[in-house]
C-alpha cells in the first residue's frame, strides 16, 4: 500500500520542496507510507547538484522579470525547468538498506513511458542519458537523490501543454544541443496534466507493484489560488 497525493492548482516549489523533505524524514522514520505526489508549479528553473554557471541562459533579473523563480537543489542533474502544463511527480519511496538507485530511475522511466502510450505516444530511454525522449528531444526530466541512502526524494516532469519557449532560458539538463518536446506537441492534439495524472499513478502502481491510496486531504500544503494548467 502506498498513498497518492494530487493537489489541485500550482503548489509553489519551495512549499511542496518543503513538504517533500518532511515527508521523507517521517518515511525513514517509519511514520508514513510510501508516497507518490503529482502536482503542477508556477514557472520554476531547478538547478542540482551537477549545475554550471553557463547552463544558465538568462540573467536571474530576466528570469525573475519573466515571472519566474531559480532555486538550487539537492538532487542530482543539472537545470531544468517546472510550470503550468507539466506533471510533476515526487515519489517518496523506501528502497531498503541496498538501494539501486539506477533501478530506481529506469523504472520511474517505464512509468512514464507505459502512461505516455497509453495517450497514442512513443517514447524512449537514451543509453547515455536518464530521461524519456522522443528522437533527440526530451520529454520527460529525472533527477533524484536518496536521503540516507535509502527514501527517494524529487522525482520527474512530464511536459504535456507545457509552454516550452521557458527551456530558451537555460541548457536542459547542461545538454548543449538537445531538444525538449511536449506530449501534446508529438501527438498533435491536446494532452493535458488532468489526463495524465491517473495514467501514471496507473502504471506506477503497476511497475512499483503497489496498490495507491488517495491521501490527498493529508497535503499540508496549499495550492495556489488559480487554475492549474491553461491548455494550449
Not at 542540482?48 to 531559480?70: F, M, N, P, Q, S
Not at 542519458?129 to 537523490?145: F, L
Request: proline share 6%; glycine share 8%; hydrophobic share 45%.
Amino acid at each position: 500500500m502506498a498513498r497518492l497525493i494530487r493537489p489541485e492548482g500550482l503548489v509553489e516549489y519551495d512549499s511542496a520542496n518543503t513538504e517533500m523533505h518532511a515527508l521523507a524524514e517521517r518515511r525513514l522514520a517509519g511514520e508514513a507510507e510510501d508516497t507518490l505526489i503529482l502536482l503542477e508549479h508556477p514557472p520554476v528553473f531547478t538547478a542540482g547538484r551537477r549545475w554550471k554557471r553557463d547552463h544558465i541562459v538568462w540573467t536571474e533579473e530576466r528570469i525573475a522579470a519573466a515571472g519566474a523563480e531559480l532555486r538550487f537543489i539537492d538532487r542530482g542533474g543539472s537545470l531544468t525547468f517546472h510550470g503550468p502544463g507539466q506533471l510533476v511527480g515526487y515519489p517518496v519511496v523506501d528502497l531498503g538498506p541496498r538501494p539501486d538507485a539506477m533501478r530506481f530511475v529506469r523504472d520511474l522511466e517505464e512509468v512514464v513511458m507505459r502512461a505516455s502510450a497509453d495517450v497514442g505516444v512513443e517514447l524512449h530511454r537514451s543509453d547515455v542519458q536518464t530521461g524519456v525522449w522522443a528522437g533527440p528531444s526530451k520529454v520527460c526530466a529525472i533527477g533524484v537523490r536518496l536521503m540516507r541512502m535509502r527514501i527517494s526524494l524529487h522525482g520527474f516532469a512530464l511536459n504535456c501543454t507545457t509552454d516550452l519557449s521557458w527551456y530558451d532560458a537555460i541548457v536542459p539538463c547542461g545538454l548543449a544541443g538537445e531538444g525538449v518536446a511536449s506530449l501534446s506537441q508529438l501527438a498533435e492534439r491536446e494532452i493535458t496534466v488532468e489526463e495524465m495524472a491517473p495514467l501514471v499513478a496507473r502504471r506506477f502502481e503497476e511497475v512499483f507493484e503497489r496498490r495507491l491510496e488517495v491521501g490527498q486531504r493529508d497535503w499540508p500544503v496549499p495550492a495556489l489560488a488559480i487554475p492549474a494548467a491553461p491548455a494550449g
